[in-house]
């Protein structure tokens, strides 16, 4: 009796074992085999890029390639050309329209980068918390990002015109001298540009600011409080360090933005008076589409894109330090 019951136990522990192994020999090799014609999904991912991909080389990177070639010819517009190496380079750097439109650039750049990220990070923290009519104030601020640039750049010319609203206003107010040619005088028509696009695109950079301004604990600023810190060494201890990301992004997309202003100098001033507004951009048109100069105007557009491209870079190298 013993020997058999040792014997069922025996053949019960070891038949699940074996008809196991069986049922893994039998279905294993099943299993492990694909079904014809299945597609791997990490293959099939990428097919909903290459549409995308497709638009972007087609579009983007081949112009920017293709303008790069007449770069370096005297095309025209229309007929043959030739090929004259770095002349068009040359000739931009030697010319003094160009070199002032260069300056122009990133003096706008610069002034923009500056007045909209300041100006931007402190209506974004003055409507972040306390104010009862933030919401409503941050659409009222937000509003002239959705507009059109040449709409808003013609309202402003009127508003600049020697007899438009502010030098009425001026002259109501017995500031006669200040009532000048603000768009007509070299040196404050570039101060015009700088107005306009700074108060357009100020409200961006405030919402950039707020969405940054909700990832500071608000524990941090009342314990810094409690502590006996003033509102300013809260601000400048506390809250601008958790925004350094934010400050970095705001301030590339600023400085892209503000190398490729062009649709307020047009409309302003159209890049005078005397070229003291002209920049690259409206350069680049002007050589092209007016003077015909497709090989020249195609060499500025390429000094234009490799000082973006720069900007670019950098913000990438900026975030990838911070990340570290």
Known sequence: MNSIATEARTSGASGPAESGRAGGDRFGPHRARRRPGRVDRRVASWWWVVPAVVLTV?????????????????????GAFRFVGVDNFVAAFQSPATVQALWNTLFLALCFVVLTNVLGLALAVSLNRVLKTRYLMRVLIFMPVVLSPL??????????????????????????????????????????????????????????????????????????????????????????????????????????QGLRIFDHVLALTGG?????????????????????EFGYGSALSLILTLLITVAAILQVTLLRQRED
């Open 58 to 78: 087609g579009i983007q990177y081949f112009g920017v390639a293709a303008g790069s070639v007449f770069a370096f010819t005297d095309w025209k517009g229309a």
């Open 272 to 292: 005078g008076p005397f070229n003291a507004t002209q920049t690259l951009a409206t350069l680049v048109y002007k050589e092209t589409f007016v003077n015909s």
């Open 151 to 256: 709409a808003v750049a013609y309202i402003w010319k009127f508003i600049f015109q020697p007899n438009g609203p502010l030098n009425g206003l001026l002259r109501s107010l017995g500031l006669d001298s200040w009532a000048v040619a603000w768009l007509g005088d070299p040196s404050t028509a570039i101060w015009t540009i700088v107005v306009v696009v700074v108060w357009q695109n100020i409200g961006l950079t405030m919402v950039i600011y707020l969405a940054g301004l909700a990832n500071v604990p608000p524990e941090l600023e009342e314990a810094a409080a409690v502590d006996g810190a003033s509102a300013w060494a809260r601000f400048f201890r506390v809250v601008l360090p958790l925004l350094r990301p934010t400050v970095v992004i705001a301030s590339a997309l600023t400085l892209i």
